[in-house]
């Protein structure tokens, strides 16, 4: 457990800020029609956005629906200071959400019920939830939001809001690694009321996914901790702590986990619903 709370408080975060004149422009973004890669070092001043009855807070949109790439999701990492929050957080009555703390703490309020949350705090929030945030540190908090349209289902019930903490959860090992790499997971695999994961994937340094992984699911991962190598759509891609990947339905992923420390990386994906046939 020990190092478990110690890794919490080294996840890398955007703290914002424009780099210096004299450094040299190249970088290691992507924008691929597969995948896109948005390092650690893009996350500055000038691409921060602001949100609608949001107070004293400001976000970097990690993804986001676009026509042509990928469509199930938009990921924020949201930075609100003392004092700030919302109390009309989501405008969007049919939109789910998973909320993780990454640096800070904050209040979270579910219908009427407060939570105090925590590095590795997460909290899923379903449509239609009546909730608010409030900053009561005097530090800034900092957490992502990701957000899904709910694949609303006749017979199936929609999933209750719940909040809870990664250290209170057991990492499930994958078959047949010894433990190398395991999954953090937030909600049962098979539980159909849920038709996103939000878990946290964890590689002992020399872990490996040993093959291209090629499905239906889009990806939408943040680097939490340790570093990489992504072999993305026939690319090798270097990762490493507070960097962002993207990965289009279909695009082949496999890596290993390149450092001395754990790899670590929150993961979304959509599960559990047919396949729309048409623009409806």
Same mark, same amino acid.
């Given at each position: 457990?020990?190092?478990?709370?110690?890794?919490?408080?080294?996840?890398?975060?955007?703290?914002?800020?424009?780099?210096?004149?004299?450094?040299?422009?190249?970088?290691?973004?992507?924008?691929?029609?597969?995948?896109?890669?948005?390092?650690?070092?893009?996350?500055?001043?000038?691409?921060?956005?602001?949100?609608?009855?949001?107070?004293?807070?400001?976000?970097?949109?990690?993804?986001?629906?676009?026509?042509?790439?990928? +469509?199930?999701?938009?990921?924020?990492?949201?930075?609100?200071?003392?004092?700030?929050?919302?109390?009309?957080?989501?405008?969007?009555?049919?939109? +789910?959400?998973?909320?993780?703390?990454?640096?800070? +703490?904050?209040?979270?309020?579910?219908?009427?019920?407060?939570? +105090?949350?925590?590095?590795?705090?997460?909290?899923?929030?379903?449509?239609?939830?009546?909730?608010?945030?409030?900053?009561?540190?005097?530090?800034?908090?900092?957490?992502?939001?990701?957000?899904?349209?709910?694949?609303?289902?006749?017979?199936?019930?929609?999933?209750?809001?719940?909040?809870?903490?990664?250290?209170?959860?057991?990492?499930?090992?994958?078959?047949?690694?010894?433990?190398?790499?395991?999954?953090?997971?937030?909600?049962?695999?098979?539980?159909?009321?849920?038709?996103?994961?939000?878990?946290?994937?964890?590689?002992?340094?020399?872990?490996?996914?040993?093959?291209?992984?090629?499905?239906?699911?889009?990806?939408?991962?943040?680097?939490?901790?340790?570093?990489?190598?992504?072999?993305?759509?026939?690319?090798?891609?270097?990762?490493?702590?507070?960097?962002?990947?993207?990965?289009?339905?279909?695009?082949?992923?496999?890596?290993?986990?390149?450092?001395?420390?754990?790899?670590?990386?929150?993961?979304?994906?959509?599960?559990?619903?047919?396949?729309?046939?048409?623009?409806?």
């Amino acid at each position: 457990m020990r190092r478990r709370e110690h890794a919490a408080t080294q996840l890398l975060r955007p703290h914002g800020g424009l780099p210096p004149q004299s450094q040299l422009i190249h970088g290691r973004a992507v924008f691929t029609e597969a995948y896109a890669v948005i390092p650690k070092g893009v996350m500055s001043d000038i691409v921060v956005s602001f949100l609608p009855h949001w107070e004293k807070t400001r976000l970097w949109v990690l993804s986001r629906p676009l026509s042509g790439f990928a +469509e199930t999701f938009s990921q924020y990492i949201m930075e609100v200071a003392p004092g700030g929050g919302s109390e009309r957080p989501e405008p969007d009555q049919g939109a +789910e959400g998973v909320l993780f703390v990454v640096e800070g +703490e904050m209040r979270l309020t579910v219908d009427d019920e407060h939570h +105090e949350m925590v590095p590795g705090s997460y909290a899923y929030l379903p449509p239609g939830c009546d909730w608010q945030l409030r900053n009561t540190s005097d530090a800034p908090v900092r957490f992502h939001w990701i957000r899904k349209a709910y694949a609303f289902v006749e017979g199936i019930e929609v999933p209750p809001a719940f909040v809870t903490n990664e250290q209170t959860i057991a990492p499930t090992p994958m078959p047949d690694t010894d433990g190398r790499w395991a999954t953090t997971r937030f909600v049962d695999p098979a539980d159909l009321r849920h038709d996103m994961h939000v878990t946290i994937v964890t590689f002992q340094p020399g872990g490996v996914i040993p093959f291209d992984e090629t499905h239906v699911m889009e990806h939408g991962l943040y680097v939490l901790e340790g570093r990489a190598v992504y072999h993305l759509n026939q690319e090798w891609v270097e990762v490493e702590a507070g960097d962002y990947m993207w990965l289009r339905a279909f695009c082949p992923q496999s890596c290993y986990a390149a450092g001395s420390t754990p790899f670590r990386y929150l993961l979304y994906k959509d599960v559990n619903r047919h396949m729309k046939l048409g623009l409806s």
